[in-house]
């Protein structure tokens, strides 16, 4: 509690975290699922931001991290009955040892290299879950079982809701920490310009591999929780288009930024929803729009605003909720 | 300014999860008023996959439009709800929960496709959800599961069938056989299913090869098949891989005599390859789209009417649909009045020998079995009329140990 020492702060983050543990006793399970899977998409993106945004190592490989991750928690679940406090740091551990592995040779790749390296570090991963049919059970799949705990069954969205909050909490509150260290400042140094940062002490490949190690580890952990929550894997789950859609989300919520990452997660999630409550209520008030709301308008729309927030907005959606912060601050001055 | 833009930050993850928080509790009983029914379907509309999905997803559409414009079921209206799951299993759970819980469906036709069925099986469980699979893995119907009703031949039954028409009605003598094979679950099923028979045969298949969903040329696979001497290719595939490989073995001059399983027994191939698909044999547990069957007639006119242009889409695939509507619809018939949940999936389990007019082959379910028809048919590729035309009746694998 030291980082709220206003009575004020205190007080919100009091009323925020009752309002939301009580979610579930209000909203509809699809709301819960939605929250769910946001919560996972916001541990996946912010580890990703941590190597791409603070960093600056491209990686087009998130997909295998969360694959590996969801994958250690299915199997020691399924086979091992290993309860899920364990399955999900082992699911971040494993990923996060992955990590180093791919650390190490990445370290002399930049830019478009180290994008393609990554790439095909996916491609390896996702054909070795295909492939180890033995422990992955291949494309048929595997199922995970409902998590427990003192014999009380968290299967339910409702229920698994607690323990995203819990990893999201946690994780979210670490990596803010994290950029704010020796660590942090290290990663945003060696963004900058690497040569000066060994200049000036920095050991590059101890924080470049670290780096690598955060980020498959906030991987894993959310792969872990994605298990639990589809409740059934699949190795087709896992391609480069889920990686795009990690780079996506970091792009339009603002690149070294932790609160982007949420802001990123969070919208791409439910911006099909938003899509199509939008075209609802524009065919409701144009009838010539009505009913000429189609599906494809998410895959373009995802495509589009890519583009437009890296022509246009950069920053992402955490530079325009700085911006409208410090409107509101120096109001009604212009500076 | 630090500790306020730390809890900021905390805030801010609660808002933005807290996002989507303006649901309301959900009534007991859904989607059945007394006009109207909810029904939701989870089917790919966009992705890779959106060429099977669409037209099975019409098929069900205009089969229920039909159906209301003639009364609807028991004097209510079928009100269809699509969500679009782009073949991913987080999406279709989403899609899935929408549908119970926001829209109130009574119940959802079919849940995208094999894994997005298994993830949900405990939620159809759970919420009593009456469903077809448009998949035929064995995993729906043993153990058995009280609320999947699975339609069509299985892999096996299909794969077997093939094997029984080489040996016995081609009378092949020491056949040299290959198994060409897509890596995705119902790949793996025909591939097992492959060697299992040709086991029982006293066969030794000559080669397994893959030969994936997304791949442009099968150079390596048709050149390897023809070093081999191969006369006759099973595969287990999807309609763009076939076609892909029937026209890389025309390129190579190779014919051997290939078969399809009912997911690439379609008309699409006939059009796309032309005379490359003349070897081409197809199974399939749906009426052929020339046939003189009432179904089938049926099945013609309600694409004509809904401006469905069957030169433009995979037929099979539409026919599935309009068979998987079509025995929904007699189930939610057979319920009565008093519909719901319960009562719709044992109006399902009253279905027998059920006939839709040669659309699909008579449907039969039962309390304690929910599995599929062991009946299909062989079709021939006719490249002169673009058509795949049958070649055998509804048929039976033979017993075999």
């Known amino acids: 509690m030291r980082i709220f020492q206003t009575i004020w702060g205190k007080l919100w983050l009091i009323l925020f975290c009752l309002a939301l543990l009580s979610l579930p006793l209000w909203a509809d399970p699809y709301i819960i699922y939605m929250v769910n899977i946001s919560g996972i998409a916001v541990i996946a993106a912010i580890g990703l931001n941590i190597l791409t945004g603070l960093t600056g190592q491209i990686s087009l490989g998130h997909a295998a991290f969360v694959a590996i991750g969801a994958y250690t928690s299915a199997i020691l679940a399924s086979k091992l009955n290993t309860p899920f406090w364990l399955t999900i740091p082992a699911g971040g551990i494993v990923a996060a040892f992955f990590g180093i592995l791919l650390g190490f040779p990445c370290l002399r790749l930049k830019g478009l290299y180290l994008a393609m390296a990554t790439m095909s570090f996916g491609v390896v991963v996702e054909y070795g879950i295909t492939h180890w049919d033995s422990l992955t059970m291949g494309v048929r799949g595997i199922s995970v079982p409902a998590p427990t705990i003192f014999g009380y069954t968290l299967g339910d969205p409702s229920k698994l809701f607690y323990v995203t909050i819990f990893f999201v909490t946690i994780l979210t509150l670490g990596a803010k920490n994290l950029a704010r260290t020796r660590i942090g400042r290290a990663f945003v140094a060696i963004r900058d310009r690497d040569v000066a940062a060994e200049v000036i002490g920095i050991n590059l490949t101890k924080y470049k591999v670290m780096a690598f190690a955060i980020s498959s580890f906030y991987g894993g952990v959310a792969g872990g929780l994605y298990s639990y929550s589809t409740t059934y894997l699949h190795p087709e789950n896992f391609t480069l288009l889920l990686s795009i859609e990690y780079i996506a989300m970091i792009i339009i919520g603002g690149l070294g930024s932790i609160l982007g990452s949420i802001f990123g997660a969070v919208f791409l999630t439910a911006m099909p929803d938003i899509i199509k409550g939008f075209a609802d209520f524009m065919g409701r008030q144009f009838v010539f729009l009505h009913g000429r709301y189609d599906e494809e308008w998410n895959i373009a729309a995802f495509g589009l605003l890519i583009m437009i927030f890296l022509i246009v907005e950069p920053t992402g959606l955490n530079g325009i909720w700085t911006r409208i912060k410090t409107s509101f601050k120096n109001w009604p001055f212009t500076y | ?401």
């Not at chain 2, 079919?110 to 469903?131: E, R, S, W, Y």
């Not at chain 2, 699979?133 to 077997?160: D, M, R, W």
């Not at chain 2, 023809?226 to 390129?251: G, H, M, Q, S, W």
């Open chain 2, 1 to 401: 300014m630090k500790t306020i833009r730390n809890w900021k930050l905390v805030v801010s993850v609660v808002m933005c999860l807290g996002l989507f928080g303006a649901g309301s509790a959900f009534p007991e009983t859904r989607g059945v008023t007394k006009d109207a029914i909810q029904m939701g379907m989870i089917l790919v509309k966009t992705g890779p996959v959106a060429a099977l999905g669409l037209p099975e997803g019409w098929g069900i559409q205009d089969t229920f439009d039909e159906i209301n414009q003639t009364g609807g079921v028991n004097g209510r209206k079928i009100n269809l709800i699509w969500e679009d799951d782009q073949f991913k299993t987080p999406l279709s759970i989403s899609a899935f929960n929408k549908l119970i819980f926001r829209d109130k469906v009574l119940s959802i036709t079919c849940m995208g496709g094999t894994p997005q069925t298994i993830a949900l099986f405990d939620l159809i469980d759970k919420h009593h959800v009456v469903n077809i699979p448009n998949a035929l893995a064995e995993e729906f119907y043993k153990p058995h599961k009280p609320y999947v009703f699975v339609l069509g031949a299985s892999y096996e039954t299909q794969i077997e069938l093939m094997f029984d028409y080489i040996m016995n009605d081609l009378k092949a003598k020491d056949p040299r056989i290959a198994v060409v094979y897509a890596e995705t679950e119902f790949g793996k099923k025909g591939l097992e299913a492959a060697r299992k028979r040709a086991e029982q045969y006293g066969i030794k298949l000559v080669s397994e090869l893959v030969l994936n969903i997304g791949s442009v040329d099968a150079s390596s696979q048709v050149l390897s098949l023809k070093k081999d001497n191969v006369d006759y290719v099973v595969t287990c595939n999807l309609v763009p891989p076939i076609i892909t490989f029937l026209k890389t073995a025309e390129k190579y001059d190779y014919w051997p005599t290939t078969f399809g399983i009912s997911w690439s027994c379609d008309d699409m191939v006939v059009k796309a390859c032309k005379d490359a698909s003349k070897n081409y044999i197809g199974v399939n547990f749906v009426g052929g789209w020339e046939d003189d069957t009432p179904g089938m007639k049926r099945v013609r006119e309600l694409a004509k009417k809904n401006d469905r242009d069957p030169a433009k889409m995979l037929t099979s695939l539409y026919t599935i649909g309009v068979g998987t509507a079509t025995v929904l619809a007699e189930g939610m018939k057979r319920a009565g009045q008093d519909l719901t949940p319960e009562s719709y999936k044992d109006g399902m389990e009253t279905l027998n020998n059920f006939e839709t007019g040669g659309i699909v082959p008579p449907v039969t379910y039962s309390s304690t079995s929910h599995a599929p028809t062991t009946v299909a048919r062989l079709y021939r590729a006719a490249p002169d009329k673009g058509v795949m035309a049958p070649i055998t009746d509804w048929r039976s694998p033979k017993e075999m140990k």
